[in-house]
Structures are given as structure tokens and as C-alpha cells.
């Protein structure tokens, strides 16, 4: 029979392994959902009194551009502060991915009923590749690490790039919203439906922390003025079927010319 001294140290030894167990699932459950990883970008904002005012306001603000996307990254993963709604966030992100965009703009083109709609459709789809192009260029020459991903998915996997600025979700929906507004849109109802909704593509990629809050700024900037390009470099469907016959009489004149050689020869 054991005595009260030794029932009261296993008690106490029980309670501090429950304990010490359950403090390592938290610090492990926080791990795995912290925004940043430990070979993510964190950046050293420290400053001194001798370096020119142009880097101190540049750090000075990468440090809030950093601590704002942070506070906004309320989606990160299932244990963060707004984590039930993840899923529903992922599917607003997943609306302003350029496969399904490029997919139905093609889709639409060829099944199209009118030369109007089909003229539309066509330059819509040019417009996503001109898009897709650009975004590419500045990323590879700014080169600005993503914050790290909270877990493991699997359409990160395919999906999630490794520069982040500027943001291809905030781009994109923002030529394709001036687009719509422009071409397509005619009711105010609408035209706030279309707004509304390129908001909350940009605002999902800070929310599930996959960018800076300055990517999805310059996003948004740099679509909004890519539709410009777009407005000027418009094709019409006329001149797409003329540039498309003159390149085929050219090729069937340099056939038959060297048809004509060939004949001289013999």
C-alpha cells in the first residue's frame, strides 16, 4: 500500500507530463501555422543616423508592408484566427487563377454566335497572355521571396510560385474587371458585382498569406493599366482574317514561284 507522500508525487508527476505534452502541441500546432518560415524573408530593418533618408523611408516602410501582411494573413491555416472560413477563401483565390480564365475565354471564343462576341472573346484571351507575360518579366527581375506556405497542399504545389511581387491574382483580376466594365458589364447591379469581386481575389491572397500587401497594391496598379495596352492593340476580327489571308498568299506565292524555278530548271 502506497503512502500519501508518494500518491501526491505521482499525481504531481502526471500533472506536469499532461502539461509539459500539451504546451508542446501548441508550440507545434503555432509552428506549423507561423506566417513565416525560418528561411523565409524577414528582412533587417534595422537603421542608422548615417545612411541616406531614401534607404531609412524604404525600410522604414518594408517594415510596415511586412507587419500589415502578417496582421492580414487571418487564413494562413485551419489554426489561424479566421481559419473555418479558409475554404471559402481558397475558392475566391481559385476564381482569379489563369487556367480557368484562359479555358473559358477559349470555350466562349469557339462557341461563340456573333463576330462581336467572338471579337471580344478573342482580344479577352490576349489580354490574359499579354498579363500572364508581363507579370512574368517583373517577377524575374524583382525576384521577392514568397512568404513561406503554412502546409503542405495540393494545389500549391502545382500552383504557388516562388517570387511574389507582383501579385498575378491582383493583376489579373483587375485588367479582366476594367475589361468586363468596359466591354461587357451595361448595369450598375453588375458593375458592382465585378468590383466586388476583383476586391476579394486581391484581398484573399493576403488573407491566406501568399502575398505582401505592396504586391497586391502593385498588382492591382499594374492591371488596371494593362487594359489600357489592351484597348490600344485591340484586334478586330476583320483585320485578323485579312492579316491571316495575306500571310497565306504570301506563302502560296513563294510556293508557286519556286514551282516556276524548278520548271526552268528541267
Known sequence: MSSPGSRRNSY????CGSRATF???VR?????CSYFASGAQTGNFSVRLSQPIFTVTLRFLLAIDLWLSKRLGVCACEGS???SIRPLVRLVEFSGHVIPWLIGTVYT????RSVEEQEIMLNLALALILDLLFVRLVKTLVRRRMPAQNRSEILSTFFVERYSFPSGHASRAAMCARFFLAQLVDTDSMRLLVVGWAALVSLSRLLLARHY???VGFGLAMGYCQYSLVERLWV???WLQDALLIGLGE?????YDGLWMIDGKH
Open 12 to 15: 504531481r508527476g502526471a500533472a
Open 23 to 25: 504546451e508542446y502541441q
Open 28 to 32: 507545434r500546432r503555432s509552428s506549423s
Open 81 to 83: 484566427a479566421w481559419g
Open 109 to 112: 471564343l469557339l462557341r461563340g
Open 213 to 215: 500587401v505592396t504586391d
Open 236 to 238: 478586330t476580327w476583320n
Open 251 to 255: 506563302r502560296l506565292n513563294r510556293a
